[in-house]
C-alpha cells in the first residue's frame, strides 16, 4: 500500500474506531479507504453497498478526510518513534485473524513479534488484594521458565502486577491499552510501560495515538487481550470484573481459560471461583496451564546455569526458607520463587514441609540443565 493510501487508512480508522466490523466490512467491499470515503460523501444519494455498514455519525467523521488529514494520521502514527501495523501486514499479530472485528491498523511501541510464540493473558481485578497481586508476579515470572509472553491491561492491581513479574525475569510482556499510545492510561504507569518496551515487550493499541480512555474502550480492548494469547487465565475477579468478559471472550474464541481459585466470601475471588463452579479449569501456577498446552520448559540462557548454581549453593543442607535465601543471593522474592519452582520441576531442588528447599545432590547443575535444553521438544 502507497503511503498516502496508508494514511486514508489510518484517518477512515480513527473515524470509525470504535465500530471495527461495519469498517472492516465496508472497507472490504468498497475496495479501501478513498473508496469509503467517496462513498461516505455521496451516501445520501448512493446505493449501499451489500454489508454491514457503519452508522451516520461514523460516515459523517469518514466524509471529512481528505488528503492533509491522511497525511496529518500518518505523521502522528510515526511520532516518538511509534510505529503501526495493518491487517494485511504479515507482522500484524496472527491470531488477531480469529476476531470477527480484527482492528484494521494496529499502533504500538516496541517488539509485536514476541506475539508470535507462546502467549498467556494474565488478568484480574484493578482492586486486587495483596495476595493476588503476589501471586500475578510469581504466575508471570514462572511463565518465563516456559518461554511464554504474558499479555495483559497495564491496568493497576492484576495487570501491572503480571508485568512486573515478566520484566523481573527478563521476559517479554505485551500491554493491550484502552487508549492510544500517547495518552497512556492510567498515566501513573508510565514508566511501566517504558520499562515494557525495554524489557523486549510492547504496548499496542487500535485506537489513535492521541485518544483519551473512555470507559466503551477497555471491552474493546479486552477482546484483543483474549485474541492475542493461547490461554487466558484468571487471577482474581469479582463478579463484575472486566476480567471475566476476557475469560467469555477467549471462550467464545476457543482458547483455553484458567482461574485460580480465592477465599470464599472474598469480593476480589467472587468471580474466580464462580467461573471454577461453571467449569473453566482450576490452576494456581504457570506448571498448570503449561500442563494442559503440553509447553515444556524452555531454558535461554548461560546467565540461567549461573543463576541456578547461585541458588543452589544458596540452599542449607537442612533447608533454607525462600526469604534466606533472597538474603544470600541479593534477588528478589519473585525471582527466587519462580527459579526454585523451576529447579523443582528439573528435580534439582526439593520443597519440604514448611516450605523450605534443599538442593537435591547428584549431577552438576549446569549439566542438568543443559540436559533439559537438549530434551526440549516445545
Known sequence: MEELDLGYLLAVSAAAVWAPRPLVAMLTTLGGPRALVQYARASSHESPP??????AEALDRIATVDEPAARTALKEARKDGHQFVTSADPCYPARLHALCDPPPVLYHRGRIDVLDGRVVALVGSRGATP???????????????????????????????????????QAPTVAVLGSGLRALYPPYHSRLADEIVAAGGAIISEFPPNMPARQHQFPMRNRLVAALADATFVIEAGTKSGALITARLASELGRHVFALPGDVGRSTS????????????LATGAADVAGVLAWSIMLAATEAN?????????????????????????????TVSAQLTMLEMQGLAQRQPGG???????????????????????
Do not use: W
Not at 50 to 55: D, N, R
Not at 356 to 378: C, F, N, Q, T, W
Open 306 to 334: 549461573d543463576l541456578a548454581n547461585a541458588l543452589i549453593v544458596a540452599l542449607a543442607p537442612g533447608g533454607s526458607s525462600i526469604d534466606e535465601v533472597c538474603i544470600k543471593t541479593g534477588l528478589d522474592s519473585a
Open 131 to 169: 495476595y493476588g497481586r503476589s501471586m500475578a508476579g510469581m504466575v508471570a515470572a514462572d511463565f518465563a521458565a516456559y518461554g511464554v509472553t504474558v499479555v495483559s491491561g497495564l491496568a493497576r492491581g492484576i495487570d501491572a502486577a503480571a508485568h512486573r513479574g515478566s520484566i523481573q525475569q
Open 356 to 378: 523450605l528447599y534443599v538442593a537435591v545432590r547428584g549431577a552438576p547443575v549446569a549439566k542438568a540443565l543443559a540436559d533439559e535444553r537438549r530434551d526440549y521438544r516445545g
Open 50 to 55: 451489500a454489508c454491514e455498514l457503519l452508522g
Open 270 to 281: 467472587e468471580g474466580t471461583n464462580g467461573l471454577i463452579k461453571d467449569g473453566v479449569a
